[in-house]
């Protein structure tokens, strides 16, 4: 299992920047690809981001090319979401989860989730 606990979230201003960090359990984070989903209220769950196991690929909704990014780090078992520019329609609830492919963006292949961190953005 990769239990994975998501951390970062805050109320900020438009236009200033957040990192989320998601930290996962065990010994096989390396495994597995990695994506950020965000879900806001009234909504449908969206990918934002993934990244493939070697972070060799990666992957962002179109409204948030040039403003996120998604590194990992396989030796500190840690993806990040680095959020700039932010804007009110980025607030929602964030979400990591882990997936054994990568490219996956309905949710459906990813076989552990976070509890969510929330992200507001104010105008």
């Known amino acids: 299992q990769v239990p994975l606990v998501e951390s970062g979230g805050a109320l900020v201003l438009a236009g200033d920047s957040l990192r989320l960090s998601c930290v996962a359990s065990?010994?096989?984070?390396?495994?597995?690809?990695m994506g950020w989903f965000r879900q806001a209220p009234g909504k449908e769950r969206e990918c934002v981001a993934l990244i493939s196991r070697s972070a060799y690929s990666t992957y962002y909704t179109d409204s948030v090319k040039g403003r996120f990014t998604i590194p990992r780090d396989n030796a500190k078992n840690v993806v990040y979401l680095q959020m700039n520019s932010l804007k009110p329609e980025d607030t929602a609830v964030y979400y990591c989860?882990?997936?054994?492919?990568?490219?996956?963006?309905?949710?459906?292949?990813?076989?552990?989730w976070g509890q969510g961190t929330q992200v507001t953005v104010s105008s």
């Open positions: 989860a882990a997936s054994q492919s990568y490219g996956n963006k309905d949710g459906t292949e990813y076989s552990y």
């Open positions: 065990g010994r096989t984070f390396s495994g597995y690809s």
